[in-house]
């Protein structure tokens, strides 16, 4: 079955670190860029950040950018993304998502279930 | 402020044929395909449309996709319950990508 399954959230103080993880099944995973997707609380979606089937080219929204980190693993089928500096604002459902397409052309065409993370102290 | 612009909310009957504007610059819609995604209620996203008017094997063609310009517009014809729910546009922008903020279907 093709899936994607979220992991890692959790309730974190200001400032604190959290690392999510994503792992895919039913798919070539190396083949497919994937991405982060969240949604704050009754909020609408906001994209966070993307990584190419190689992991060599990294994407990141402007209000991310210098505190999260995208990477993968693809011996492990996993995706991850390690949030530093958090903030209040980062409470959000984090969404795993695969990319289908090309660069620039690409979309989201499976989402996992998400995990939550709640930054409050 | 969303960097694409999508009604709050829109409503129409059981049956009816509803519409779902995106309207967005050149740096965006104008010069990248669209994509759109059901959110229903509780649940993870679901792609409905891609490359402006696409759609993925299991959605029903009553759900359709165009684009115009800087605009793009989701049309849902034989409007069901079941269709409530949020839906989002969404494209690149200078590498990065961007969603509507999202509108709200309620089916009267």
């Known amino acids: 079955e093709v899936q994607l399954l979220e992991s890692g959230g959790g309730l974190v103080q200001p400032g604190g670190s959290l690392r999510l993880s994503c792992a895919a099944s039913g798919f070539t995973f190396s083949s497919y860029a994937m991405s982060w997707v969240r949604q704050a609380p009754g909020k609408g979606l906001e994209w966070v950040s993307a990584i190419s089937g190689s992991g060599g080219s990294t994407y990141y929204a402007d209000s991310v950018k210098g505190r999260f980190t995208i990477s993968r693993d693809n011996s492990k089928n996993t995706l991850y993304l390690q949030m530093n500096s958090l903030r209040a604002e980062d409470t959000a459902v984090y969404y795993c998502a695969k990319l289908a397409g090309y660069y620039q052309e690409w979309y989201f065409d499976l989402w996992g279930r998400g995990t939550l993370v709640t930054v409050s102290s | 402020q969303s960097v694409l612009t999508q009604p709050p909310s829109v409503s129409a009957a059981p049956g009816q044929k509803v519409t779902i504007s995106c309207s967005g610059s050149?740096?965006?819609?104008?010069?990248?395909?669209v994509s759109w995604y059901q959110q229903l209620p509780g649940t993870a996203p679901k792609l409905l449309i891609y490359?402006?008017?696409k759609r993925p094997s299991g959605i029903p063609d009553r759900f359709s996709g165009s684009k115009s310009g800087t605009s793009a517009t989701l049309g849902i014809t034989g409007l069901q319950t079941g269709d409530e729910a949020d839906y989002y546009c969404g494209t690149w922008d200078s590498s990065l990508w961007v969603f509507g903020g999202g509108t709200k279907l309620t089916v009267l």
């Open positions: 490359d402006n008017n």
């Open positions: 050149s740096s965006n819609i104008g010069n990248n395909y």
